[in-house]
């Protein structure tokens, strides 16, 4: 499994866009790129999901380059309730047997 | 999206006792589940990986005789904490894979339950 790297903590001032950028340069073809938010305490919640290019949903955008060895993760006008940790993971989506590896995660704070 | 559920949602125990926790995905089948443990301000760590009707795989570190999975049923698996210690205190979640193509450029997505908090006294 492709390893991930993300900033350790970021902060952010409410109302301003977001941009976390994970480093995977080993990501294989198989691998899709997949974004996690955790609360304390609750189970992570999927935000979005990638192969390549550009992916929107209405909670956010994930940009990934044309080598694939980077994303970065989009937030439009974050707000307090967007404080969490954000995990970039890679994983081969065929195969339903392989579990994600988590990495640190981004500890992202909104500040008022 | 698909929803998995854990019950109960937490739990405190005495040492020695044991803990069976739940796992259930609500509206899809799940030939696998996953189960995570995490200590605080940790990432998630994988534990286990439970298939249906077949035996679970652990990770390298984990007692399989000390947490003890079974898969049932398409939907539900359970994690049972055996003789549980005070450092089996944590927060354990699971995750199902709902493998309907959904979400972005297609993949399959991985759900996960709202975990169950352990704490052995």
């Known amino acids: 499994l492709a390893k991930t790297t993300q900033p350790i903590s970021m902060d952010s001032y409410e109302g301003q866009e977001v941009n976390i950028t994970c480093s995977h340069n080993?990501?294989?073809?198989?691998?899709?790129i997949t974004w996690y938010q955790q609360f304390p305490s609750q189970g992570p919640r999927f935000i979005i999901q990638?192969?390549?290019t550009k992916v929107t949903n209405e909670v956010a955008s994930l940009f990934i380059p044309a080598d694939r060895k980077s994303s970065t993760l989009s937030l439009p006008r974050v707000s307090l309730s967007d404080t969490a940790v954000y995990y970039c993971?890679?994983?081969?989506?065929?195969?339903?047997?392989?579990?994600?590896?988590f990495g640190k995660g981004t500890r992202l704070s909104v500040i008022a | 999206g698909a929803v998995v559920s854990q019950h109960p949602s937490r739990v405190i125990c005495k040492s020695g006792t044991s803990v069976k926790i739940e796992c259930r995905s609500l509206?899809?089948?799940?030939?696998?589940m996953f189960w995570y443990r995490q200590f605080p301000k940790q990432s998630l760590m994988l534990m286990a990986t439970?298939?249906?009707?077949?035996?679970?795989?652990?990770e390298q570190g984990v007692e399989k005789d000390k947490f003890l999975i079974n898969h049932a049923s398409l939907t539900l698996s359970t994690l049972t904490v055996t003789s549980a210690h005070p450092e089996d205190s944590s927060f354990y979640i699971c995750?199902?894979?709902?493998?309907?193509?959904?979400?972005?450029?297609?993949?399959?997505?991985?759900?996960f339950g709202p975990g169950t908090r352990l704490t052995v006294l």
């Open positions: 990638g192969y390549k």
């Open positions: 080993n990501i294989a073809t198989n691998d899709y």
């Open positions: 995750s199902a894979r709902d493998l309907v193509t959904s979400g972005g450029q297609g993949g399959n997505e991985q759900f």
């Open positions: 993971l890679v994983g081969d989506r065929i195969s339903g047997n392989t579990p994600l590896v």
């Open positions: 509206d899809f089948q799940a030939t696998t």
């Open positions: 439970s298939n249906e009707g077949s035996k679970a795989t652990y």
